[in-house]
């Protein structure tokens, strides 16, 4: 059984372009979230998606947004990318949002110069 | 508030040691998980374990255990015999019921070394 997918594993971004981070959850899971970790500030949960529903966010500015389509496949985009943007985004799926055991992709390395 | 306490930021242990990673949280919610993840240098979070707040038992798999103590709140990891293919970053994380429970939140991490 696959696990979650990530694409792209690694990019380069110049300050103020945007980028799209894809996420495929593991088959059957219909919850996506996703989190930031970067050395100061670590795990961060960023939002999470069900039925193609924002059902949370966390506390992070507008340029971070993301979306879920029919086949619960996610994406999230980072808008006018600063410096600070730099991080590892993970994405991670669950069967349900109702405590089922989350699991997480590899990750995206994010690095914007 | 919720948050989750990894006091160890490093351990650095000899192969064949046992070692035991403490895990402090805070919640108001009476219906909560808590998990641990292993991260090692690649940056996939590898799930461990998960418990529910109703469920106070602890748990052995293999090398490792784990000791869930809702009078003290705390979730610890012991891994026993460690082996150097341990070393990675371990994390605890809390979900809860008024979080919607995907909202993990987690602790710094400690980093676990194993040397041969």
């Known amino acids: 059984k696959a696990g979650v997918t990530q694409t792209p594993r690694y990019l380069i971004k110049t300050r103020g372009q945007q980028v799209t981070l894809s996420c495929s959850p593991i088959s059957g899971h219909r919850s996506v979230s996703w989190y930031q970790q970067t050395p100061g500030q670590g795990l961060q949960f960023l939002f999470e998606y069900f039925s193609e529903t924002q059902r949370n966010k966390g506390n992070f500015p507008g340029r971070f947004s993301g979306r879920q389509f029919s086949n619960s496949r996610s994406e999230m985009n980072v808008s006018t990318l600063e410096l600070g943007d730099s991080a590892l985004y993970l994405c991670?799926?669950?069967?349900?949002?109702?405590?089922?055991?989350?699991?997480f992709g590899e990750g995206s390395w994010l690095t914007v110069v | 508030a919720q948050k989750v306490t990894q006091a160890q930021t490093e351990i650095s242990v000899v192969e064949k040691e046992d070692v035991t990673l403490d895990c402090v949280y805070e919640t108001r919610d009476t219906t909560y998980y808590l998990f641990w993840y292993k991260q090692p240098p690649s940056g996939e979070l590898v799930f461990l374990i998960r418990r529910n707040s109703f469920d106070e038992q602890n748990e052995i798999s293999g090398r490792y255990s784990w000791n869930f103590q809702k009078s003290t709140s705390s979730f610890n990891f012991t891994i026993t015999a460690s082996q150097v293919v341990d070393s990675a970053v371990y994390f605890c994380a809390l979900s809860e019921e008024a979080g919607g429970y995907n909202k993990l939140i987690f602790g710094a991490g400690t980093r676990l070394a194993v040397h041969p």
């Open positions: 991670a799926s669950s069967l349900l949002p109702s405590g089922n055991t989350i699991y």
